[in-house]
């Protein structure tokens, strides 16, 4: 009992002392009384057992550091991951730079693929044409890290909204990259100023074209005799849901 609760006994009603302690004969009761007076020290209201809080002192620690290691080691996991998605960007930007007529035209078939993690095991057989494949594993690790299950269903549907934000104007790569920078285990429209078609998709309610391409990337249906007043505030709700959802 002393180890289950980490607390020292209480000394004030020794009968429900006994009861906890399962001490129900008048010899038990009397053995009690015998180790509690040899063993353990009346410390004001309760009894205390120096060799049992040490111990409960050294468990205590380990845990704690190992919990500390544990958290050390997931931001260490998540900052090599950041830092991969910077690299990657800084050589897009550069590439971009050097040939600025250059257009990447991606696929939005799925395709079979075998993304290795650290440790060499794969995570899913299914990957977006066109996204790079390190990229998706980071993508991945950070879902996990997240308690998001990568489960085949689970990324179908991941990408399904990919292909739906790419028919709306926005770039995989580029919303994958935002997602892993902002630790979200699901993909959302660009919110940065989109170089490739000179619209701010961060204040698509500026504009009914904006707002329209919103709509569409989150695969909103239409409502007949909707105004834009109500189709922004249904937008916004679901931004809202999708964001702390």
Known sequence: MYYDTEQPLQSTDFNKLCRQLLANSDEEKEALRYVLSEFFTLTGDVYTHNYCDGQIEKYRTATSAKAKAGLASAESKKKKVLERVEQRTNKKEHAHNKSSTETNTRST????????????????????????????????????????????????????????????????????????????????????????????????????QETLAMQKSLGLSSIGGESWKDLRGRIRIEVERRTHG
Not at 123 to 131: E, H, M, Q, R, S
Not at 164 to 178: N, S
């Open 109 to 208: 078939s799925v395709t079979n693929h075998k993304p290795l993690t650290n440790n060499h095991k794969p995570i899913t057989t299914l990957k977006p044409t066109g996204v790079p494949s390190e990229l998706w594993d980071d993508f991945l690790q950070i879902r996990k890290e997240l308690k998001a299950r990568n489960t085949e269903r689970a990324i179908k549907s991941l990408v399904t909204e990919l292909e739906k934000l790419q028919e709306a104007g926005h770039d995989m790569t580029q919303v994958i990259e935002q997602s892993i920078r902002s630790s979200w285990k699901d993909v959302y429209p660009i919110k940065a100023k989109d170089k490739a078609n000179g619209h701010d998709s961060s204040k698509w309610w500026e504009s009914d």
